[in-house]
């Protein structure tokens, strides 16, 4: 029953099914309705679910997010698209200030049904303005859940959990996974929403990663593999909370930690990855843990550069390699 | 009008002076803390309008919304509760008191970053259209909050899909220190409304009776799918901005016109009844809920027993819920986190 | 209007629309990424405006700004090398075709954060009036900005304290996909900035000589000191919204009525002149270039010779243009370093 | 030629001075001018400056640092006063995607002497929306300065080192040090404006801290004395960047990290300095680096509550006194 497509429509169905099956989902956002989606999550909607469950909104992120706050408190399902992360700016009271905190505020009388869907990260020459990895300010806020899906599977299966919560949730999507394929199943259980999951088993080392670093962690592994090279690549589908059991039982088995992350490095998601699986796995740990990170500098729109700012498949089996043989690596290091 | 109205009217804003005064007073004890901002001679707005508001339609306010819920049935016990920060409170304590919640009275909030009452008042608002629903939400904010982007935002929003909202600036002339005059590049500000295509009025509201007139007339077009309408009430805050403003950027000349706007005699006629005390009085300047009372005389829907009593009334009842404040427990940190994630019920998260 | 202005006139805009017919045919040859807004149909108001402008003026843009920065004087050269993301680009490479800036012609950026440009733009004019200068502040936004907090934020700003800043909305009719009339309450955009005390005029903005006269009108007052200008230059883009936006969410009707606004028998005419091409002219509909040049040899302003050969001129600095961007470096990491550090000279960090 | 005063005075003489020294200073917010500034700071300057010099703003954050952005292109030097830190997220757009990256995107012509002057933390019951720690969203935007004085000196160094810079400056003011005295030499040099400084030296362990915790490490590591542990405080002064050479030192020097922060434990401010002491210290770490933080939940209004979810000195010493001795510890904890 399982069907291949593209991450894009993997969301699209997922938000199909939702609204046919609950008429309090409704969805908002810049172009959601008769333009089909920027990235065509919502294609079909408008034409099928009619302007007031696919409203196209005027350019005000943060009035629409916090429209999305006040009918998620009356028990609506809102999905709120903002059509990239770079504008979530401009929604950050409404996500911060009220959708997370009004559930705790108001001594726990509203739900808090709120989706608020955010394409993001590095595309292709977006220039610094329209290049941001934002996840980590989400991170730091209590009361939010944080989902970021690397497959059409997983894309499909956490867009339909975080409507069917009522935990406000952000699911962040990579402008880049838009348009890979994978399979889809449709009727298959879902794991749960937060839990990581090994996308391949090893001994030497354990990648952490998530969404698109997920899958460029899996193609070093297999470069990795060619040099004999064990690495276990733990994709963590959730950023708040962290599944730390999977990682740490990965950890503790192959004693090496490698995180690698899109988003700028200082204070970037892999901090907190490193710190908690350094205050849990100290003991088993053999060597520093390290990020492969994007620099910190904004992004600059030359293609060359842009792609010099953020981790790049052989700067991850390069890192992974140093982690692996410190010693060799030292050595080559002082002979060249 | 008839009678009943008049003397629901005075209680409440008796009710309202009273429990914030006495909320003053216990801030003093420290038994309230944090911010504290009272509403002292605004009473008129809340009162006038969610007087003219159904039990069906919905509230959205501000951190300076104590009389809101007061008036819009919350117990003086829970209100005074929530500023005590206990386990009776109506936001459980974990509100205080630019925080609180009241689901069943459809209450939606006091929000405490200016502005930002109106996206979600129009969130509410969109939820009764797609409910097809013959529901008002009614979103209270102060001047200053006009000049924030939210506040753009959201009236454009509500003009263009014609959502149920009726907007209430309590335009009480000052954002904490900044006059209107220093704030808003048009300070005639109900006549910002025509930029979303909302129909505005500018009422006094010092006059509880016109303020419940013109909030039911609106009410009225809002219910009926008429669209957004905007009122601006004039009206006055007789303390500072908060319990630690002193309030000294503001000209003596000023409490003076605001005299003039309330006949003496209604003052003095007031004082024999002592109250507000002659220092309260003298302290706060005009008094319009003197004024009504004064009226309900003349006119003849009240004696002066009457209104005594009704001031009796809430002196009790001030009196007990400060008492209930007192002996309700201080909540267990389990009941914040259950607070957090009691929405998650049976969800499996990892 | 005197002859040279109406040839600068003329010239700016075939310029305009050469440089980003070519723009558009080097994005397919991929020597050109991300995103690209073009300009097409809506010359006419940067050309007006700008021209109207002093170079002690400073400009603000946004993402759709390639023309505004050629009109401005910004070689052709540097604003395709910044296309192509090469070291002679007006932004070094850095920026690309969302963000030249070039501070030496007061060209104070493009930003592509909708609503963004106009704080910075009042922000600008409130160093010029501390420094005291008779100079005003060019804010190009549009249609969709409006509904932006920052832009109710900045306008009040604006208005509350006499900023000498001209807003220019472009109003194309369109954010995107969303027609006007679906994303305002008030679609008579102009009308908005009552609420902020300014004077606002609606332009046909696909008639350059209107929209030089009123930007010079606008500006004189802006520059005098008696505050802020709205202009809303109603006009057209006829290409998608960017290059990636087919456009097929406009009617076919709507085009028409554009070819209505201009005589047919210019176009004819300019057919004659083989520019722009049939195909061309077919895709865009209306032409107010055509207009233009058809209005100046009517006038007598010109002879069909001379309008040959200014496109004969700016198809050669095109050309040029594209040579200097391909020849030009790619800039290095270093540069990259450098130009987020410069800033900090010789200051010792830690 | 030192002088005792409050930190708030210090601030204010900072700006003082500045404004004084150079016209092109000017300073703008909600109620900074005839209100003299809601805690101080400005008292005196609107009288002795004007109104365009100390500009009464209406609230509209994200609009008057954008102001400020403006100007700052054109050389002047703006001091944005945002009231408190939680209506920063207003202004997230003005601070990270124009002040952070104009530098860069226009190729390095023009300067951003920006401050923006934001009081934060937890202060005393003002509830979720007026409780926050954000410094962590600013530390991952690259292009961005933290500093975050602990000292009415820090203060008066820090306020006018942040003018004298081109770089756009966040100054983080905790609320609860406004009051606080402290002397203040307005003649001595200042130390570079992002360097670290050790408060108390020891041979233990490392506590690190910032702002108001740099403080309750130092009374923390006064009653660690009484039981014999010597704990060395390193006062991190800045958060971006970070002085991690001092940071390392220290740690090199005792063998145990402990990071003391305010803001909530999960992705703040203290994920980096343990993910990248760690990836420094590796070999020298004893122990787990240990982090004392603010739990990961909206402030409660209730006082007790409040309390219970930001870190305290005698969670500071048993933190520290764990880290010091975790086999007695666990002995007890196994007894107890
Ligand atoms: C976004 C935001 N900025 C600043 C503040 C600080 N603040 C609290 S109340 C207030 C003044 C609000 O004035 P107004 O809207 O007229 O309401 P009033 O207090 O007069 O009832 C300010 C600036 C805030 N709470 N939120
Ligand atoms: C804050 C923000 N939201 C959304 C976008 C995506 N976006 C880019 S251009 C645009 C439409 C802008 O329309 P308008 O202001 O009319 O300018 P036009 O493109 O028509 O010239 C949108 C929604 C953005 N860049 N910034
Ligand atoms: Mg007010
Ligand atoms: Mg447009």
Redesign the pocket.
């Known amino acids: 029953m399982a069907e291949e497509m593209l991450y894009w429509q993997a969301l699209n169905r997922a938000m199909d099914r939702a609204m046919e099956a609950d008429i309090s989902v409704f969805t908002l956002g810049e172009d959601v309705g008769l333009y089909g989606g920027t990235y065509r999550v919502t294609e079909g909607l408008y034409a099928k679910y009619g302007e007031w469950r696919v409203r196209d909104t005027p350019i005000s992120e943060g009035g629409f997010t916090g429209l999305g706050v006040g009918a998620a408190m009356v028990g609506m399902r809102p999905v709120v698209e903002i059509m990239t992360i770079n504008f979530a700016l401009l929604a950050m009271?409404s996500i911060v200030n009220a959708a997370a905190k009004i559930p705790l505020m108001s001594g726990g009388q509203f739900p808090m049904a709120l989706v608020v869907r955010v394409p993001g990260g590095i595309a292709r020459q977006l220039a610094a303005q329209h290049s941001q990895r934002r996840e980590q300010i989400f991170m730091n806020v209590p009361g939010l859940r944080i989902a970021v899906p690397s497959t059409p599977q997983d894309a499909y299966w956490q867009l339909g959990q975080a409507i069917a919560s009522d935990d406000p949730i952000i699911l962040l999507e990579h402008e880049i996974l838009y348009f890979t394929k994978g399979m889809v199943d449709m009727v298959a259980d879902a794991p749960p929403m937060h839990r990581a999951i090994i996308r391949r088993p090893g001994k030497d080392l354990t990648i952490v990663a998530y969404s698109r670093t997920a899958l460029l962690a899996q193609e070093a592994a297999a470069e990795l593999a060619k040099e004999n090279v064990d690495a276990e690549v733990v994709d963590l589908r959730s950023l708040s909370p962290i599944d730390w059991n999977t990682c740490a039982t990965s950890v503790n088995k192959t004693h090496r930690l490698l995180m690698v992350e899109e988003d700028c490095r200082f204070a970037g998601a892999g901090a907190e990855v490193l710190a908690s699986l350094t205050e849990r796995c100290f003991a088993a740990l053999t060597a520093p843990p390290q990020r492969v990170a994007g620099l910190d500098i904004p992004t600059p729109y030359n293609g060359t550069l842009e792609a010099a700012t953020i981790p790049q498949v052989p700067d991850i089996v390069a890192a992974a390699r140093a982690l692996c043989q410190p010693a060799k690596v030292k050595a080559t290091a002082e002979a060249g | 009008m008839e009678r009943e109205t008049m003397h629901r009217l005075l209680r409440d804003m008796l009710l309202a002076r009273t429990f914030e005064e006495r909320a003053a007073a216990e801030y003093m004890k420290a038994n309230i803390k944090g911010f504290l901002?009272l509403y002292p001679g605004?009473e008129a707005v809340a009162a006038g309008v969610i007087n003219a508001a159904d039990a069906s339609d919905y509230v959205v306010s501000?951190?300076?919304e104590h009389v809101h819920a007061l008036i819009r049935g919350v117990p003086a016990r829970q209100v005074m509760a929530e500023l005590f920060g206990r386990t009776g409170g109506v936001s459980g304590g974990m509100g205080g008191s630019m925080h609180m919640f009241d689901r069943e009275r459809r209450f939606m909030g006091g929000y405490?970053?200016?502005?930002?009452s109106c996206p979600i008042a129009v969130g509410i608002a969109y939820a009764v259209v797609m409910r097809d629903r013959p529901e008002a939400v009614i979103c209270f904010?102060?001047?200053?909050?006009?000049n924030?982007g939210a506040f753009h935002e959201a009236l454009n929003m509500a003009g263009l899909w014609h959502l149920p909202v009726l907007f209430v600036c309590?335009?009480?002339h000052?954002?904490?220190g900044t006059e209107v005059h220093r704030h808003s590049a048009v300070p005639d500000l109900y006549k910002r409304a025509a930029a979303y295509n909302i129909p505005a009025e500018r009422i006094d509201g010092m006059d509880v009776l016109k303020v419940y007139e013109a909030g039911g007339r609106a009410l009225d077009h809002v219910r009926r799918g008429d669209g957004p309408q905007f009122l601006e009430c004039e009206t006055y805050?007789y303390r500072g901005?908060?319990m630690s403003d002193p309030g000294t950027y503001r000209p003596a000349v000023e409490l003076k016109a605001y005299q003039a706007h309330d006949p003496l005699s209604a003052a003095i006629r007031e004082l024999e009844f002592r109250y507000p005390s002659p220092e309260e009085l003298a302290a706060v300047g005009p008094d319009h809920i003197a004024r009504l009372g004064q009226h309900m005389i003349e006119a003849g829907h009240a004696r002066e027993a009457e209104v005594e009593a009704i001031k009796q009334d809430v002196k009790k009842m001030v009196e007990d819920a400060v008492q209930f404040a007192l002996d309700s427990p201080q909540p267990t940190m389990d009941a914040a986190w259950q607070a957090l994630r009691c929405n998650r019920r049976e969800e499996v998260i990892i």
């Open positions: 009271d | 901002h605004e501000t951190y300076r405490a970053i200016v502005g930002e904010f102060g001047d200053g909050a006009m924030q309590e335009n009480n000052y954002a904490i805050r901005h908060s």
